[in-house]
Nanobody
Framework: QVQLVESGGGLVQAGGSLRLSCAAS????????MGWFRQAPGKEREFVAA???????????NYADSVKGRFTISRDNAKNTVYLQMNSLKPEDTAVYYC???????????????WGQGTQVTVSS
């Protein structure tokens, strides 16, 4: 298990950018895949992006089609932090964004594992 704390959400106009951070604490951070989900009011929580290390210098990432080319997930193991750089934001990106972590890659890309508390992202026209 890991403890996850998100930050960086807020209000932004369409076309703008935000960077979300997820600080993790625990003894097995580097071995966990990590990712981001989002949930808008009245909608199901959906996958956004995920990342895992497969070697000391190589990572694997996965993105939802709706954010490809706009969002970038990255990971700094030295700081135990995962980031989601969100560019060219659209009103439909408005949601609560949740950080997740799990030792099983499949879970990170589908239903998630451990969760942070969520951070609100609101994109206006």
């Amino acid at each position: 298990q890991v403890q996850l704390v998100e930050s960086g959400g807020g209000l932004v106009q369409a076309g703008g950018s935000l960077r979300l951070s997820c600080a993790a604490s625990g003894r097995t951070f580097s071995s966990y895949g990590m990712g981001w989900f989002r949930q808008a009011p009245g909608k199901e929580r959906e996958f956004v992006a995920a990342i895992k290390w497969i070697s000391s210098v190589t990572s694997v990432t996965n993105y939802a089609d709706s954010v490809k080319g706009r969002f970038t997930i990255s990971r700094d193991n030295a700081k135990n932090t995962v980031y989601l750089q969100m560019n060219s934001l659209k009103p439909e990106d408005t949601a609560v964004y949740y950080c997740t972590a799990d030792p099983r890659w499949t879970k990170v890309k589908t239903i998630g594992g451990s969760w942070g508390q969520g951070t609100q992202v609101t994109v206006s026209s």
